[in-house]
T-cell receptor, first 115, second 112 residues
Framework: GAGVSQSPRYKVAKRGQDVALRCDPI?????LFWYQQALGQGPEFLTY????????KSGLPSDRFFAERPEGSVSTLKIQRTQQEDSAVYLC?????????????FGQGTRLTVV | GNSVTQMEGPVTLSEEAFLTINCTYT??????LFWYVQYPGEGLQLLLK?????DKGSNKGFEATYRKETTSFHLEKGSVQVSDSAVYFC???????????FGSGTRLQVQP
């Protein structure tokens, strides 16, 4: 596709529900990132994939958060037993790894509201 | 650890005014520095970047100079337009990492 696509754009979950957020990166981009953006704050790193390998998951806030990218393209961020503090915008970004400083392209994000 | 500090917003300016948004950073090694912009209803977009000390990034009339001695990367524009109204994020990419570290963002509102 032309850009990074995320779905759904908006998700309302009851506390305790599990949610799954999807990211379709730009075709051919092997690097994929997930960030969490709380209201009024900048994005904070959650996890990073290179192809299907999850190389860095140091930003995941708890073991309720899980991400996968089984075929090295589409990625899913799963949050189990959602809590109110999980309410945020979840951003996905992809980039080409050929140069370390290459631009990361961001999706529009999924706004998660836990009620 | 790495961190980015931006001036708090909102910054409200009249059209054609001069803009400065301050950004300072803390990082080990020699990070690359970025400004991203988020227009209403859209995703983050790269505005400009600089990869080494004294580099100047520029795009769409915006400029920022990588100042290692003051650990700063202030964003400037000589004459803002209403269409520049957005949230601006300063970010760094430190040596050995792949993920960006962002500041908290500065909202710019330009009035006609």
């Amino acid at each position: 596709g032309a850009g990074v696509s995320q779905s759904p754009r908006y998700k309302v979950a009851k506390r305790g529900q599990d949610v799954a957020l999807r990211c379709d990166p730009i075709s051919g981009h092997v690097s994929l990132f997930w960030y969490q953006q709380a209201l009024g704050q900048g994005p904070e790193f959650l996890t990073y994939f290179q192809n299907e390998a999850q190389l860095d998951k140091s930003g995941l806030p708890s073991d309720r958060f899980f991400a996968e990218r089984p075929e090295g393209s589409v990625s899913t961020l799963k949050i189990q037993r959602t809590q109110q503090e999980d309410s945020a915008v979840y951003l996905c970004a992809s980039s080409s790894p050929r140069q370390r400083n290459t631009e990361a392209f961001f999706g529009q994000g999924t706004r998660l509201t836990v009620v | 650890g790495n961190s980015v500090t931006q001036m708090e917003g909102p910054v409200t300016l009249s059209e054609e005014a001069f803009l400065t948004i301050n950004c300072t950073y803390t990082a080990t090694g020699y990070p690359s520095l970025f400004w991203y912009v988020q227009y209403p209803g859209e995703g983050l977009q790269l505005l400009l970047k600089a990869t080494k000390a004294d580099d100047k990034g520029s795009n769409k009339g915006f400029e920022a100079t990588y100042r290692k001695e003051t650990t700063s990367f202030h964003l400037e524009k000589g004459s803002v337009q209403v269409s520049d109204s957005a949230v601006y994020f300063c970010a760094l990419l430190s040596t050995g990492r792949r993920a960006l570290t962002f500041g908290s963002g500065t909202r710019l509102q330009v009035q006609p």
